[in-house]
């Protein structure tokens, strides 16, 4: 009898005593909650299959991975890639993707080391109306040649050498947009970002201009990552954030993982 209400006793101990424990444990669950950082990053809007105008896109994802790495949760800003270039440029924002180096960015944008993809700077033509074809590896178009280009993006040294051989730029807000100009011949040409990891014409088929337009030649590659304002207050802390983020994303497999979903065809280049 005596070992049947010790046992009772027992018993109805246990639950008090994890009630204790829930209760020394509550405060130092809710400030790892609480100290839990977010921020605001600006994404590009016209892309793909990169970053797309709904906030998806394999960079997106990449960036959102290495952050939540470090336990920093990440607000996309989607907007024009002109006004997310601008407002890292001025301070206003600490970050933005997708940059390539520009002499611009000297002193005042920080590109993380390791790049998020490389992409092919490649010039389009009118089905019916080909452009002259240059030497082999070379990147040239006739004098007064009138290229459409995405206003403020940073392209290779062979497509921004066109422009003092007398070759003249139109900027549109996204390489759709110049594809559709190409198609309807309002441009001679139109200088492309495509990707190996999908096929040339993919852009065209988004613009629905696949019949009118075509690949012409390439003008060289470019790396594509995020880019850390200078000026902004949490810009370099920011950097630093991702940077390890980064590195254990590649380490941990995350990265892999987020290809393998974006691009299921396409083998992983470790």
């Given at each position: 009898m005596h070992s049947a209400k010790m046992n009772s006793s027992k018993w109805q101990s246990r639950p008090m005593l994890l009630m204790c424990l829930l209760y020394l444990l509550a405060p130092s669950t809710v400030a790892a909650l609480e100290t839990r950082e977010?921020?605001?990053?600006?994404?590009?809007?016209?892309?793909?299959?990169?970053?797309?105008?709904?906030?998806?896109?394999?960079?997106?994802?990449?960036?959102?991975?290495?952050?939540?790495?470090?336990?920093?949760?990440?607000?996309?800003?989607?907007?024009?890639?002109?006004?997310?270039?601008?407002?890292?440029?001025?301070?206003?924002?600490?970050?933005?993707?997708?940059?390539?180096?520009?002499?611009?960015?000297?002193?005042?944008?920080?590109?993380?080391?390791?790049?998020?993809?490389?992409?092919?700077?490649?010039i389009f033509e009118q089905v019916n109306a080909p452009l002259p074809k240059p030497s082999k590896g070379t990147c040239t178009l006739p004098p007064g040649t009138v290229v459409g280009s995405v206003r403020d993006y940073e392209y290779s040294t062979q497509a921004t050498a066109l422009r003092s051989a007398g070759i003249v730029f139109e900027s549109a807000e996204s390489d759709g947009q110049n594809l559709q100009k190409l198609a309807a011949r309002r441009l001679s040409a139109a200088l492309i970002v495509t990707s190996d990891l999908e096929a040339k014409e993919q852009k065209a088929k988004l613009a629905g201009t696949e019949d009118a337009v075509r690949f012409a030649f390439s003008c060289g590659v470019v790396t594509a990552t995020i880019g850390f304002s200078l000026s902004h207050p949490d810009g370099l802390r920011a950097l630093k954030i991702y940077e390890e983020g980064y590195r254990r994303i590649q380490a941990n497999g995350v990265l892999k993982q987020i290809h393998i979903r974006r691009f299921p065809s396409q083998p992983v280049v470790d």
């Open positions: 977010t921020m605001t990053i600006l994404a590009e809007d016209a892309a793909p299959p990169w970053s797309e105008h709904d906030g998806t896109g394999y960079a997106n994802d990449v960036v959102v991975a290495a952050f939540k790495e470090m336990a920093v949760d990440v607000q996309l800003k989607v907007v024009p890639y002109a006004r997310c270039k601008y407002m890292v440029l001025n301070g206003t924002n600490m970050a933005c993707f997708n940059m390539s180096w520009s002499p611009e960015f000297e002193g005042k944008v920080k590109l993380a080391a390791q790049p998020i993809y490389t992409v092919n700077n490649d």
